[in-house]
């Protein structure tokens, strides 16, 4: 039987005993288990083979400059020092909800084992958005990863709410979100992040149900991009080209007032609006208009 270094001198539960050993059969080296500093938990620090690490299934996509940039920088020390967050759902597979880019440089270069914390509770996985520090997200990456996880919920928890996921989800307007960057990765969340973010709550219903409501839901914000391109198109035509002039026209058509307490449904707010930009006078629109509003707000990321 393998052994390891266990910190505090006590015998580790038998779940984190058993994670150890399963460790051990996959290949892997247990190198310590010990408790974190914040909530007494068990953690492992282990060497695990690479090709037995994946990053979870319903995170974002890696970015080529970053694991370049990376890599040059593990290159130049010639060592690397930041072990990543793994969780396993079963034996012989090892996810990694925090960690995704050092795994892949690792990868790259030719590394045969990858330094790691593996947790045991692999529910932690769902943590990813609190986790996942290592580069900062946009919105379309966090909407991304969001709408990932959903979908893996909807199989794994039906009978759970959305409410029951609020602090993996964050921001309810992020499924909305990564609903339309799932069918245009090249969709202006910025622009609609200020009037989501007022409007688009929590849902009650179970997630298969609800997943239905945020395709419904998402319908009527494409609709009303479709409705702002054609607007967009017609300011152009006037010389009007500026990086900011979606938000401009939505901030000039958008039905919530910042001063009300009360605000509208999602559905009466996107079909409002929607009858707002069927309607909106592009004649009286400057380019200055738009280049000083822009100046005022800075547009979200998108």
């Known amino acids: 039987m393998a052994t390891w270094t266990t910190f505090p001198n006590k015998e ?39 090709d037995r690490v994946e990053a979870t299934p319903f995170q974002r996509d890696l970015s080529p400059t970053h694991v370049k940039r990376l890599q040059e920088v593990v290159r130049k020390l010639d060592r690397f020092v930041d072990p990543i967050v793994i969780v396993s759902p079963k034996p012989g597979q090892y996810w990694t909800p925090n960690g995704n880019h050092r795994r892949a440089v690792l990868e790259k270069l030719k590394g045969k084992f990858i330094p790691a914390i593996v947790i045991p509770e692999a ?13 900062a ?13 959903y979908r893996t919920l909807v199989t794994e928890t039906p009978r759970a709410t959305e409410e029951d996921y609020t602090f993996q989800f964050e921001s309810a307007h992020f ?23 007022r ?38 035509t006037r010389g009007i080209r500026h990086p900011f002039v979606k938000n401009y026209v939505l901030a000039r058509t958008t039905p919530l007032s910042r001063a009300r307490k009360t605000l509208p449904s999602f559905e009466v707010t996107f079909k409002k609006l929607a009858e707002n930009l069927e309607h909106f006078d592009v004649a009286g629109i400057r380019y200055e208009d738009v280049a000083r509003s822009a100046i005022m707000v800075a547009p979200s990321g998108g």
């Not at 395709?215 to 409705?227: H, I, S």
Request: with cysteine; glycine share 6%; hydrophobic share 45%.
């Open 12 to 50: 580790p539960p038998r779940n984190v005993r058993a994670l150890a050993e399963q460790v051990e059969r996959d290949g892997g080296h247990v190198l310590a288990v010990f408790c974190e500093p914040i909530g007494d938990h068990w953690h492992l620090l282990c060497l695990l083979p690479m």
């Open 199 to 236: 409007v688009d709550k929590f849902l009650k219903a179970t997630l298969p149900k609800a997943l239905e409501e945020r395709e419904e839901r998402a319908g009527l914000v494409r609709t009303v991009d479709e409705l702002l391109s054609d607007v967009v198109a017609k300011l152009r």
């Open 123 to 135: 529910t932690v996985a769902y943590q990813i958005l609190a986790l996942n520090t290592e580069k």
């Open 137 to 149: 997200h946009n919105v379309k990456e966090k909407s991304l990863e969001v709408i990932r996880m």
């Open 175 to 197: 499924i909305t979100l990564g609903l339309l960057y799932e069918k245009n990765r090249r969709f202006a969340g910025g622009a609609f992040t200020p009037i989501l973010r």
